[in-house]
């Protein structure tokens, strides 16, 4: 068991920084593993976070930087729908949570090599800088599906950042019912520079009823699912991740129809110039 | 230099966290314009991190990325907003990107401090008080260390130097056990006056009200308006004319009867002293007089701690005048000039608390301009420009040496530099031919790099006529326009001054 007072000490700094995770957020083979695994005096759960938060430094720079720079390719955008809400950059999940990182390390030091196949390229303490894509990232929040495909089209298209990063794009807004594993929805882009292979960054662009699906199933199913994996039918007899994908779907649909409703609104002008 | 760009919304917070007190925190927000700026926010995240560790006890240091400075409150509502600053990245690096280390150390200790203001404010000519105090945070110490050793001490430094403002200071944080009395000399002109003059600081301060002769301390005269308390001063007049060196007496035994110690600063007593040498024989002899029982005095008091402020050169002006001056048994502080590092600090912390961004070529390029960064001109310097980039938002190098020439050197300028007028006018006390000899001295030295010193001695005689009263100028002229002797040649040490006199004072008056 925590003592109290460093549980509440804890608490102060995650409250204040927003980026530390509640120690009771892991595992027990997490806690396990931070003993074991990270070096002292960084081993314990009031502290581990130091130790990781240290190492991601630069890639908070990087979001900064980048961030900033999205801004800029947006304003015009922004301006051109200065109307009605267009998108909003979410940053409130810059970093991956800590727990987060160290369960994932844990995972994959447990992956086993399967016969005949070259041993997987697993994460450690040391090199997980630079094998996790999703360390620093943050979302375009918009207010259409076509305004996901605008602000896509956007990064894409942008010279200052496809001359500092290779960029890698997965979409999983029109994905076939068979192709998906969960209800989320976005477009992912993974950003790594080109000056420093290894340093990613991740933007995902989605639109707002996809966000907030998003926000309520990591509470509600992501977060139970990573600490108690392959155990769906314990965490959620009440069917609640079935439920939770269900309404993915039907937000996709209302999503649909808001933008059959807009292209009404908006008239031909707008709709011309995206043809 | 440019105004900053305050619309800039997306940047890095720096957070300093203490770590007894998690409200306690500070921190300094860093506007990004976008990915060029990569290498730039790390070298200044890393060289702020370096600084940190000079304080790693105390706090804990945390980078933050923040998409929009104005919604901060939601993402990090502890933050204590009331003390984030915003700088911009090029305020900490130098030309070639590496980290401007003082910058950082000097903002992150005013902020540890709880400075108030945090950046010292532009006020030429004000008595620096608060955090305008800037960088005297030594001689406080060492003066009160020497004085609780039972030393009497003698401040010396030319003016403008910051002598009165630390003064002050002393004044207004004393240590326990101790009152203390701030007298200003100026304007005194005889030993009646010394003893008048230092009345009046003790009746200007409550805890000084039991220093008073008896019949003045039931009074309370310190509650009263200033128009009272002069009043009462006039009252006491008589007395002290009739005998000053008795008045003064019974005051001093009346203080050294009293359980806590006293400390009395006389501010400008060069002033004094000077107003008091006239031409004739016996004014010299009123100065003798009142050194002679100055020095018995301050043997005699037990209770009684004495800080004489005045010019550096306050011993050899009055050798010059054949007069003692009894100043032996005080121990000398010297107060120097800000170092060339602490003006650069002081430039930049002045210029970010008026949102303008300078970069160190510009700061060089000031002190270049200005030469010995005398704080009065500095602060001079440092209002023209601040106002100038007001008002056409950036300046470039040129600009800035156009400032200094058209601006701080020119007609609008003008009353700044009264004083100089008045300082000449003084030096005709010493004889009728006194200011034209100065002025002739100047002369030379404005249009020349340095002079020798037998020169100026030979300019000295051509327009006086004689050598009398060359020693007496000297120093003067060295504490008023800070001229400085090395090796046989004579030098302004103010280039501003020398460039002002060489502008304004060559027009031919002699």
């Known amino acids: 068991m925590l003592d109290k007072t460093v549980v509440q000490r804890y608490s102060c700094t995650t409250v204040l920084l927003n980026k530390m995770s509640n120690p009771m957020d892991l595992s027990d083979e997490d806690r396990k593993f931070i003993a074991e695994n990270v070096p002292h005096p960084y081993n314990s759960v009031e502290r581990y976070g130091e130790f990781i938060l240290r190492k991601l430094q630069i890639h908070d720079v990087l979001c900064t930087t980048t961030m900033a720079t999205v801004k800029k390719l947006l304003a015009p955008l922004k301006k051109r ?195 | 230099m440019r105004l900053r760009d305050e619309n800039q919304k997306t940047g890095h917070l720096l957070i300093f966290i203490s770590k007894e007190e998690r409200a306690n925190n500070f921190s300094f927000f860093f506007p990004v314009g976008g990915l060029e700026e990569f290498d730039s926010l790390l070298k200044i995240i890393e060289g702020f991190e370096h600084c940190f560790q000079g304080f790693k006890n105390g706090y804990e240091f945390i980078g933050n990325s923040v998409a929009d400075i104005g919604r901060l409150e939601e993402i990090l509502p502890e933050i204590d907003k009331s003390r984030m600053l915003r700088f911009e990245l090029e305020e900490f690096l130098t030309e070639d990107s590496q980290f401007i280390e003082n910058f950082a150390k000097i903002i992150i200790e005013r902020q540890i401090k709880k400075e108030s203001p945090i950046f010292p404010s532009i006020r030429p000519g004000a008595m620096a008080t608060g955090s305008n105090f800037y960088d005297r945070n030594k001689e406080p110490e060492e003066i009160w260390g020497r004085l609780q050793k039972g030393k009497n001490l003698i401040l010396r430094a030319p003016r403008r130097y910051g002598k009165s403002s630390l003064l002050n200071y002393i004044s207004e944080n004393p240590l326990t056990g101790w009152r203390v009395c701030h007298v200003d000399l100026e304007g005194g002109k005889s030993s009646e006056d010394f003893v008048e003059y230092t009345l009046k600081g003790l009746i200007q301060r409550q805890e000084c009200n039991v220093c008073l002769p008896e019949c003045l301390s039931v009074l309370e005269p310190w509650k009263e308006s200033e128009r009272n308390k002069l009043g009462i001063v006039r009252n006491e007049r008589k007395k002290i004319r009739e005998n000053w060196q008795e008045y003064a007496g019974a005051m001093f035994n009346h203080i050294d009867s009293l359980e806590d110690k006293l400390l009395l600063i006389f501010d400008e007593v060069s002033f004094l002293l000077e107003d008091m040498i006239g031409p004739k024989v016996q004014d010299k002899n009123k100065v003798n007089e009142l050194m002679i029982w100055f020095c018995e005095a301050r043997k005699k008091a037990k209770k009684i701690s004495f800080i004489l402020s005045g010019s550096e050169h306050l011993p050899s002006f009055l050798e010059s005048f054949g007069i003692e001056g009894h100043l032996d048994d005080l121990e000398t502080v010297h107060l120097a000039l800000f170092e060339s590092q602490v003006a650069r600090e002081f430039v930049f912390l002045v210029l970010a608390g008026k949102k303008i961004v300078i970069r160190l070529p510009e700061i060089n390029l000031m002190l270049a301009l200005m030469g010995d960064p005398i704080p009065y001109f500095l602060q001079l310097f440092l209002d023209i420009l601040s106002r100038v980039c007001a008002e056409k938002r950036s300046l470039s190098l040129e600009q800035i040496e156009k400032a200094y020439h058209q601006e701080l050197l020119g007609p609008e300028s003008k009353r700044y530099f009264e004083t100089i007028q008045l300082q000449l006018e003084r030096y005709s006390r010493y004889g009728e031919r006194s200011r034209a000899g100065a002025e002739s001295i100047l002369d030379e030295l404005a249009v020349n790099e340095s002079i020798g010193r037998k020169d100026i001695e030979v300019i000295w005689q051509e327009v006086t006529g004689s050598k009398e009263r060359f020693e007496a100028m000297r120093s003067i002229l060295q504490d008023d326009f800070y001229i400085k002797e090395d090796k046989d040649r004579v030098f302004f040490t103010s280039k501003l001054l020398k460039d002002w006199w060489e502008r304004h004072g060559l027009a031919g008056k002699r």
Not at chain 1, 146 to 169: Q, W
Not at chain 1, 223 to 230: A, S, T, V
Request: glycine share 2%; with cysteine.
């Open chain 1, 81 to 275: 729908y200065g109307h009605r809400f267009f998108c909003d950059i979410d940053d409130s999940n810059r970093q991956k949570n800590p727990a987060s990182i160290i369960d994932k390390i844990r995972r994959s030091q447990a992956e086993k090599s399967k016969p005949g196949e070259p041993e997987p390229d697993r994460c450690d303490l040391n090199n997980f800088t630079t094998k996790m894509t999703d360390l620093a990232r943050f979302r375009i929040v918009c207010n259409f599906l076509s305004d996901v495909d605008k602000v896509s089209k956007a990064i894409r298209n942008t010279e200052e950042l496809t001359n500092a990063f290779n960029i890698k794009e997965e979409s999983t807004i029109y994905l076939r019912p068979k192709n998906r594993k969960s209800g989320e929805r976005s477009n992912k882009f993974v950003f790594e520079l080109k000056d420093q292979p290894g340093l990613f960054l991740e933007i995902q662009v989605m639109t707002q009823l996809q966000e907030a699906w998003d926000k309520k199933d990591h509470f509600l199913v992501y977060e139970q699912r990573r600490k108690f994996p392959d155990k769906d039918e314990e965490i959620f007899p009440d069917f609640l991740d079935a439920k939770m994908f269900s309404t993915a779907e039907l937000l996709f649909v209302a999503d649909d129809y808001f933008e059959w409703l807009r292209k009404k609104r908006e008239g031909t002008k707008f709709n011309e110039e995206e043809k």
